[in-house]
């Protein structure tokens, strides 16, 4: 099978994991809506995959507004992919996480996933089957850190393991209306988001390598996209530890960086 969606729309298009996910969708014949924040960045990327002969129309759209992303969404026509990678890492730092990284890291990470998936399951749901079979697919950007409870990142572990679930469970009941979900764990991937961890970051790879994995799983039909694997073994293994000892394991690392200053 292609690893081409003809129709897709992807948000956190402007940076990152997106940005190479939509670069890594676009040529002849693709439609791509990408959504972001930084008008300037989306532009770019817009440019890029256009030069690729995609059609790509960028949107400056903030996942946590729900109204505008069902307007959005439910306007874009047909759509044989959508991918919820928006999303905000936020760490303790020496301290505690304050109250207002944990809301931005829930809002965004959970709550503006779903306001990206519920709106492309509705649009999925009156659509014809594509070449695949599928009315659709929608993926939700997860992470390894759904396998771990990290004490340097309550907020992001957690957020990312409801997504990770909830996708999971939710494809079992919309696979019978003709909509596949998939649940996407990447472990560390070199953008602007990781490039603050004070930390070594194992198998680190590049966001182009990261889409071409994503793809692939898709194209696998793969519900749970995981990798890359050694790094999953060991988050399973710390998933499995007492957490007491995992908590005293991770002490020896420097804690992720807030993602509000003060
Ligand atoms: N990098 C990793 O190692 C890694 C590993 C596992 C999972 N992930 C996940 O992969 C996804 C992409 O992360 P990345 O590493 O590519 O980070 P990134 O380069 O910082 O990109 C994050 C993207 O999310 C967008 N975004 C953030 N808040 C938003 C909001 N409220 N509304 C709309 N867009 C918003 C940003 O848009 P603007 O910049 O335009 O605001 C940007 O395009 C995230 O969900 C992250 O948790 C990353």
Redesign the pocket.
């Known amino acids: 099978m292609s690893r081409r969606f003809a129709h897709v729309l992807i ?10 996910l939509a670069q890594a969708s676009a040529g002849p014949g693709v439609v791509l809506h990408l ?5 300037g ?2 532009a770019s990327v817009a440019e890029r995959c256009r030069s690729l002969g995609a059609a790509a129309y960028p949107a ?6 729900a109204s505008a992303m069902a307007e959005w969404i439910g306007g874009a026509g047909r759509l044989d992919l959508v991918v ?6 936020a760490g303790t730092g020496h301290g505690c996480e304050s109250p207002a990284d944990a809301r931005t890291v829930f ?3 959970l709550t ?1 996933a779903l306001n990206t998936v519920l709106p492309a399951i509705a649009v999925m749901a009156a659509q014809p089957p594509g070449r695949d079979g599928w009315r659709g697919r929608v993926a939700v ?5 759904a396998f771990i409870a990290a004490p340097s990142a309550p907020a ?1 572990c957690a957020s ?1 393991a409801a997504l990770q679930r909830w996708a999971e469970a939710r494809d079992a009941t919309e696979r019978r209306r003709g909509i596949r979900l998939h649940a ?11 490039a603050r961890n004070p930390f070594p ?1 194992p198998w ?1 790879m590049t ?1 182009e390598e ?1 889409a071409q994995r994503i793809l692939a799983g898709l194209a696998a039909g793969r519900r749970r996209i995981v990798f890359p694997w050694p790094l999953y073994a060991l988050a399973r293994l710390a998933g499995a530890l007492p957490q007491g000892l995992v908590h005293r394991l991770m002490e020896w690392l420097p804690p992720k960086p807030p993602l509000h200053a003060g």
Request: include cysteine; hydrophobic fraction near 40%.
């Open positions: 948000t956190g298009a402007s940076s990152g994991i997106g940005a190479a959504g972001g924040r930084d008008a960045r989306l400056r759209i903030d996942v946590r507004d919820a990678n928006a999303g905000v890492g809002e965004t990470n503006g950007v997860s992470s390894l850190a992001y990312k996407i764990c990447p472990g560390f991937v070199r953008t602007p988001m990781t970051m680190l966001p990261a």
